[in-house]
């Protein structure tokens, strides 16, 4: 037993039942010294000491409890995002090995053999359903430790912010029209008037738009919720108000774009490739139309705590990746820092130029020795 300092904080050290442990303290060795004296006392009395072995499980076991877990408390597209990496990657892998024996190497060696199929940010998606699995399995008292703390995920760049311009917005209404689908037209206008995901415009039933208060109210259902599980409410006005009373209602669906059975749209991402490639656009997803809806909102002048709202982030910096669309406000700034600035370094630099003459002086310099 003892205590060691590691970077700014003093651990103690000590064996109990056979077995070592290290826990952290503080920055205090004095108090460090104390918690080992007291954990001394505890071993000594044979005192319940807050330390239990793991409960010993196999892997494709505890896949099969994660998942209960992930279909009762995550969104249908998580809980499947989730089904298929734990059934098609890992329990193959790793299935009938006890789970306590899944260590960071086995997870290097997974990502190592990950990243030679797919891209990065791929497996960097796959790494966050992992790193949840084992979290849970150290909540759950599975596992003492969770080896994925000392495992690392690739750093990649972000993309920028693809949005439509004007112009490419007006070729691809142009092209939904011309596909004579008028459900998938609305989604389409639904997206660039509101920056709602695809997932609460194809939920969206009328009874969530109230024409009375000209709102539509964005919740939480039995069939999705909504990404933070939490209800924001959009207005409606203008061309989106008059567009949705024309809408034509099915009396057999609630939804406002029902699929041609009643229920929810489908394939969305389908007639959107197609539509866009009528319109001639490139490189843009469906939900680049969100994208799109708050970059014309911040170019605008419209502030990014009122985009936040609109868009339903969670978390400002979410927000923030729109800044950069802002620039009349970045301009007015550096105007602002330039004014006095500016003035100051100008006297400086027409006092003595450093180790230089004039522009004027070296023009007549020039001419003499001509």
């Known amino acids: 037993m003892g205590v060691f300092k590691k970077g700014k904080n003093w651990w103690i050290d000590f064996y109990h039942q056979g077995k070592r442990f290290r826990r952290k303290v503080g920055p205090s060795k004095k108090v460090a010294e104390m918690a080992l004296a007291d954990v001394q006392v505890r071993i000594a009395k044979k005192e ?6 793991p409960k010993r499980i196999l892997f494709k076991d505890f896949a099969l409890e994660y998942l209960e877990y992930s279909k009762a408390n995550k969104a249908k597209s998580s809980y499947l995002r989730d089904r298929t990496i734990l059934n098609t990657h890992l329990v193959p892998s790793w299935g009938d090995a006890d789970l306590s024996k899944i260590n960071a190497k086995l997870l290097e060696e997974y990502k190592a053999r990950r990243l030679g199929k797919v891209k990065p940010s791929t497996f960097n998606r796959e790494f966050n359903t992992i790193k949840n699995f084992f979290r849970k399995a150290v909540e759950w008292g599975y596992l003492g430790d969770n080896p994925t703390a000392l495992v690392k995920g690739i750093k990649t760049g972000k993309p920028p912010i693809r949005f439509l311009r004007s112009e490419e917005i007006q070729r691809l209404l142009q092209a939904c029209d011309a596909s004579g689908h008028h459900q998938f037209c609305g989604i389409v206008v639904m997206a660039l008037n509101t920056g709602m995901r695809k997932g609460e415009i194809l939920r969206l039933r009328w009874t969530d738009i109230d024409f009375g208060l000209g709102q539509i109210r964005v919740v939480s259902g039995a069939d999705g919720n909504t990404k933070n599980y939490e209800s924001r409410v959009i207005h409606v006005r203008g061309n989106l108000e008059r567009l949705l009373k024309r809408h034509p209602r099915r009396l057999d669906s609630p939804y406002v774009f029902p699929g041609e059975s009643g229920g929810m749209f489908t394939k969305t991402n389908y007639h959107f490739r197609r539509a866009v490639k009528r319109a001639g656009i490139e490189h843009v997803r469906f939900h680049d139309l969100r994208h799109t809806f708050a970059s014309h909102l911040v170019m605008n002048g419209v502030d990014l705590r009122t ?64």
């Open 307 to 370: 985009v936040q709202e609109l868009l339903g982030h969670r978390d400002m910096r979410m927000t923030l990746k729109y800044s950069h669309l802002a620039p009349d406000h970045i301009k007015k700034a550096m105007e602002v820092l330039d004014a006095p600035v500016g003035d100051v370094w100008a006297k400086i630099l027409d006092g003595h130029y450093l180790d230089t003459k004039p522009p004027e002086q070296e023009n007549q310099d020039a001419a003499d020795q001509a």
């Open 48 to 53: 319940f000491l807050g330390i239990r072995e």
